[in-house]
């Protein structure tokens, strides 16, 4: 039982660069999340999705897309890279998008140059 | 805007030292204020507190909610080094996303 992962660990783009990240969780839950830390600023909610089929923008989307790809799979797409964008990206998922105990992922640390 | 605000930001004891942490909130879309440690990756859960005055206990950890005066503390009995961390005050909204807002956290270090 993993919990939820993500990959990759670290990435480095160029500003314009594309790139997907990938989260997975095996906990069979309904709720999926990502976020984003910042210094100073605490952790973010960019996209959830309260169940397999939804998706819905939180406090930070712009720049970002989302695709719920079944239960297990929630993934975050930049399209346009930008130095704006260097931060650590956390996915958390829920038994119910209700505020249940949400778990973490270990994180991705992006940076954009 | 919807505010999470904790206090002290950073905090430095030795261990065996007893300390509490403060959470703020607004009132807005509340439903449940949780608590949660960050090490070096990832928060991990420790509380999440719906009604005022219980106090939840796990070891070393308890935490209360007053939700007339809009705030939880956090305390952490005879500390220890692997208790540095920091600590993450979260409210958990009541849209139906469940919502968390995030405070800016506490950073605690315990020194031998």
């Known amino acids: 039982n993993a919990g939820v992962t993500q990959t990759p660990k670290f990435q480095v783009l160029k500003t314009g660069q594309s790139m997907t990240l990938q989260c997975a969780q095996d906990m069979n839950h309904n709720s999926m999340y990502w976020y984003r830390q910042d210094p100073g600023m605490g952790l973010r909610l960019i996209y959830y999705s309260a169940s397999e089929g939804t998706t819905d923008k939180g406090e930070v989307p712009n720049g970002y897309n989302v695709s719920r790809l079944n239960k297990r799979e929630f993934s975050l797409r930049l399209e346009s890279a930008a130095p704006s964008q260097t931060s650590v990206y956390f996915c958390a998922s829920s038994e119910a998008a209700v505020p249940y105990e949400q778990y973490f992922g270990p994180g991705t640390r992006l940076t954009v140059t | 805007e919807d505010k999470v605000v904790q206090s002290p930001l950073s905090l430095v004891v030795h261990e065996g030292d007893t300390v509490t942490l403060n959470c703020s909130y607004e009132?807005?879309?509340?439903?449940?204020l949780l608590w949660y440690k960050q090490e070096k990756k990832a928060p991990t859960f420790l509380f999440m507190l719906?009604?005022?005055?219980i106090e939840k206990k796990s070891g070393r950890l308890s935490s209360i909610l007053d939700k007339k005066e809009l705030f939880s503390i956090l305390n952490i009995t005879a500390t220890q080094t692997g208790d540095s961390a920091v600590y993450l005050c979260v409210k958990a909204g009541g849209t139906s996303y469940g919502k968390l807002t995030f405070g800016q956290g506490t950073i605690l270090t315990v020194h031998p």
């Open positions: 009132v807005t879309n509340f439903r449940s």
């Open positions: 719906t009604s005022s005055g």
